[in-house]
């Protein structure tokens, strides 16, 4: 059976493929077909993914067709206002029950032979109620569409296939004291400036995957052009060491992370230099996605210590093992203020050589609607298809798959030798680990030691 | 309003009026200005391609959603591959044309862009024109041996000016909803 030799083969190579005590990887392990069928089993269908927002579906009957990891699923609002999640796969021939992105219905009636389901995925009946045509050895409770396990956090909807795992509370551990500021920090919370860019990427999941724990070091060298242009902010002779999210402080946690850049740093690019308190320039400078009007709600819907970490070193980029990346950052405006863009991204494997990459934008729904559309003009040229930074991004993980298809390349190694260690300020919130100063390898290299343990893990 | 998918017009149908024949003078003219626009961008002349843009510029490129046949009128999201203005589409021409490190496209794609099916009208202000076009093109980059293809439909606002004609709209219906090529480094 293919499937034992693949436990076998996980079970003997998986350690191989990642040098622990060397801090290496394999570039084999970008252009491994049994490997990616291991990671769809063992990763995809394990882990708590992000695959959209319930704004997407305010309406009952709402629906979403959505990916976890190559599983076609729909995500639909029940009369109840619950959220469900539900392989789109009809339970009878495998048909797709969903063949549209998005819509409304009370009833998904397979177009084939038409069984019929409710949004929450269960089983109505097949035409012809007195033939019964789904027969008698399963009942209909049996015929419903597979479902997954659901969690909302901060309205993105999480859903997984492991319903005897971790809660998402477990999973995020304590980093969820830290996405709390990006995602649960207002009143009404955040929706989608409308569907999210779809695109495919001819490369591994893993290049992005990896990239977004806190890849800061590559900002200098390839998104060297929007350095160079001002884009970033600072001068000619500061940019480089004043680029953004060069220092700074990294949290990781179950291969988790956030990026926080020092508020007076993003402070002095803005508006030059200024002698304020923490909380004074959080009142005049608050964290990405807050405008003014969000001030108080914000400061009602923190901790102290929460605040605290706002007002010092706010998270704006990272990512959500294994495939979510984050960026709630400052951007200029069409309007010439200084704004900001909130993006989430998916990476979605589609093979061992290509993934989805799809691309939300959000605002606080507590913003004003013309900051709104300056918000969303802003995140499309910044980031997603477009972006005059992401682009560059796209365009590099396409050639580190490309080198492990070499018989002598995929001998090579990704490195995480260059090492912060945990080393948490004395003022700083004791939770998830702490890296603070020039960003290095330390979140990125437990992005791997994450993806070791569940590749790993006994099922 | 449901912000997740608008009933957006991006073709403008309300402001058209009388068609332009074709082979006449206009037509042609605006012919030429498809191509002429077409022909600087695959030669990668961006900076001359920059000055055909009016400063009133509406630049998009919606994302679209596969609906169902009786909500067509839903089929473009308020996302887009591109949403921008004048000002941002300069940031992005001197990013590509003052710098020396813009690498999603260092080393260049090989483009073209091919044109047809245009489509003429006259609008209620006088020397401004409704304008649909096809898009065809094909992106090749190092050594590939495929293409990236692309086929769009574009509907845009021309104004003639004393210095020619100035592209004061461009709405690309993109055919695709998953995109096949990794990033639009390129303009369309």
Not at chain 1, 81 to 110: E, F, I, Y
Not at chain 1, 302 to 321: C, I, R, T
Request: net charge negative.
């Amino acid at each position: 059976m293919r499937l034992n030799s693949r436990n076998e083969y996980a079970n003997e190579a998986i350690s191989q493929f990642i040098d622990i005590e060397n801090r290496e990887v394999s570039v084999a392990a970008l252009n491994d077909a049994d490997l990616y069928e291991l990671e769809l089993e063992r990763i995809f269908a394990k882990a708590w993914l992000m695959i959209g927002h319930e704004t997407e579906i305010p309406n009952v009957g709402d629906y979403v067709v959505r990916l976890m990891g190559e599983d076609q699923v729909i995500i639909a609002r029940t009369a109840d206002g619950q959220v469900h999640v539900s392989l789109n796969v009809c339970p009878h021939r495998a048909m797709h029950v969903c063949l549209s992105d998005s819509g409304n219905a009370r009833v998904h009636k397979c177009i084939y032979h038409g069984w019929a389901f409710r949004p929450d995925g269960s089983f109505i009946g097949a035409p012809i109620e007195r033939e019964q045509m789904h027969g008698n050895i399963k009942t209909k409770e049996q015929l419903g569409l597979k479902k997954a396990r659901v969690q909302l956090y901060g309205g993105l909807v999480f859903a997984t296939w492991n319903h005897d795992g971790p809660s998402l509370d477990e999973w995020l551990g304590d980093m969820k004291f830290y996405y709390d500021m990006l995602f649960c920090r207002t009143d009404k919370g955040l929706e989608v400036l409308g569907p999210p860019q779809r695109l495919t990427i001819d490369a591994n999941w893993k290049t992005a995957g990896e990239q977004s724990a806190c890849d800061g070091f590559h900002t200098l060298t390839l998104h060297g052009s929007v350095i160079d242009i001002g884009a970033m902010g600072g001068e000619a002779d500061t940019e480089h060491e004043s680029a953004p999210a060069m220092y700074g402080i990294n949290l990781s946690g179950n291969g988790h992370s956030l990026r926080c850049i020092a508020a007076d740093t993003s402070w002095a690019l803005a508006h030059g230099k200024g002698d304020l308190t923490p909380e004074e320039r959080l009142e005049a400078f608050p964290p990405p996605g807050i405008t003014p009007e969000l001030l108080p709600e914000l400061k009602r819907n923190m901790s102290a210590e929460q605040l605290h970490v706002l007002a010092k070193a706010p998270p704006v980029v990272g990512g959500m093992f294994p495939n979510m990346n984050i960026l709630f950052i400052y951007s200029p405006l069409r309007d010439g203020t200084l704004g900001s863009a909130l993006v989430l991204h998916s990476i979605m494997p589609k093979g061992p050589h290509h993934f989805e990459w799809t691309t939300y934008y959000f605002a606080e729904k507590g913003t004003p609607e013309n900051v709104k559309v300056m918000m969303r003009a802003a995140a499309t040229h910044g980031t997603g298809t477009s972006g005059i930074i992401e682009q560059d991004d796209s365009d590099t993980w396409p050639h580190m798959t490309e080198s492990a298809k070499g018989v002598i390349g995929r001998t090579e190694t990704l490195k995480y030798q260059a090492i912060l260690g945990e080393n948490r300020p004395d003022d700083w919130p004791n939770k998830a680990k702490v890296y603070e100063g020039f960003g290095k390898d330390d979140a990125q290299w437990e992005w791997w030691l994450a993806y070791h343990k569940l590749m790993t893990a006994q099922a | 309003m449901s912000v997740t998918v608008a009933t957006v017009t991006y073709t403008r149908e309300d402001q058209r009026r009388d068609e332009v024949p074709y082979g006449s003078t206009v037509y042609n003219s605006i012919m030429g200005f498809l191509i002429r626009e077409a022909r600087l961008l695959d030669h990668r002349d961006i900076k001359a391609w920059g000055e055909l843009l009016a400063e009133d510029l509406e630049y998009k490129a919606p994302v679209r959603i596969t609906r169902r046949v009786q909500q067509f009128d839903q089929e473009f999201g308020t996302m887009g591959h591109f949403d921008d203005d004048y000002n941002s589409m300069m940031v992005r021409i001197t990013r590509l044309i003052t710098t020396t490190n813009a690498w999603s496209e260092d080393p260049a794609s090989r483009v073209r862009r091919f044109i047809s099916n245009v489509t003429v009208w006259e609008t209620d202000v006088p020397d401004e024109y409704e304008v649909s076009s096809y898009l065809f093109l094909t992106r090749n980059r190092a050594e590939a041996k495929d293409y990236k293809q692309l086929s769009a439909e574009r509907n845009d606002r021309l104004r003639m000016t004393k210095d020619g004609f100035k592209l004061a709209r461009r709405s690309i219906l993109l055919d695709q909803v998953v995109l096949g090529m990794p990033n639009f480094a390129i303009f369309l």
